[in-house]
């Protein structure tokens, strides 16, 4: 089992829907978990963070964490064509130990 | 832009020789994380340095070796490159060990 999972993808989304990407992990220590967008050729940009149980909003991005069920998605509402992009996963153990899935490839369609 | 930076951008080795990547980290940023990121693939802890000392490590070889200055740049090293070591490396900085990292814009290493 890997410790951090995500769907490859590729998800295929029209604009304007809701883009909803998912992961699990394995550790239960986790304390902390991150979600970071990267576009081909470049590095990795943070998106969220987020540390407790439930939801954290910023701006069409939403991320939720169930620590029970070890599993923590990212909603894209009114998702764009910009919004095409590899989302990847990251998961902080004993926080020098960043976990990372291996990316769920996004395609928003115009 | 994170503020983070990485040199160089791109590097061409053959198996066998050595390289040394080169990152400065955020202003006010004590922590500099590496990972390696082969294609397709997320990206794989190498180490952290914490105030000039590591401070975690994951699963690589100890030819992966690693530096952090005074002022909080770091250095990665590869010793004796395998074709396999070819892959994109990606400096994280943050301001302490628990805190967010956010990425430089990597240094793409090609072994042949």
């Known amino acids: 089992q890997k410790e951090v999972e995500q769907n490859s993808g590729p998800l295929s989304v029209p604009e304007g829907a809701i883009a909803s990407l998912n992961c699990t992990y394995s550790?239960?220590?986790?304390?902390?978990f991150f979600w970071y967008r990267q576009y081909s050729g470049k590095s990795p940009e943070l998106i969220m963070s987020?540390?407790?149980?439930g939801d954290k909003e910023d701006g069409r991005f939403t991320a939720q964490l169930n620590k029970a069920s070890q599993y923590v998605s990212l909603l894209i509402r009114d998702s764009q064509p910009s919004d095409s992009a590899t989302y990847l996963c990251a998961v902080g153990r004993n926080n020098n130990d960043m976990r990372f899935g291996a990316g769920t490839r996004l395609t928003v369609k115009p | 832009e994170t503020g983070v930076t990485q040199s160089p951008t791109h590097l061409i080795k053959t198996r066998g020789q050595q390289v040394t990547l080169r990152c400065s980290s955020q202003s006010g940023h004590n922590t500099v994380s590496w990972y390696q990121q082969a294609l397709g693939q997320g990206p794989q802890f190498i180490f952290q340095y914490y105030r000039e000392e590591e401070n975690g490590r994951g699963n690589f070889p100890p030819r992966f070796s690693g530096l952090q200055f005074p002022n909080y740049s770091s250095e990665l090293n590869v010793n004796a490159l395998e074709l396999d070591d070819s892959a994109l490396y990606l400096c994280?900085?943050?301001?302490?060990?628990?805190?967010?990292?956010?990425f430089g814009p990597g240094t793409r290493l090609l072994v042949l």
């Open positions: 987020i540390y407790s149980n």
């Open positions: 550790d239960r220590v986790s304390q902390s």
């Open positions: 994280a900085s943050s301001p302490g060990g628990r805190e967010t990292q956010y």
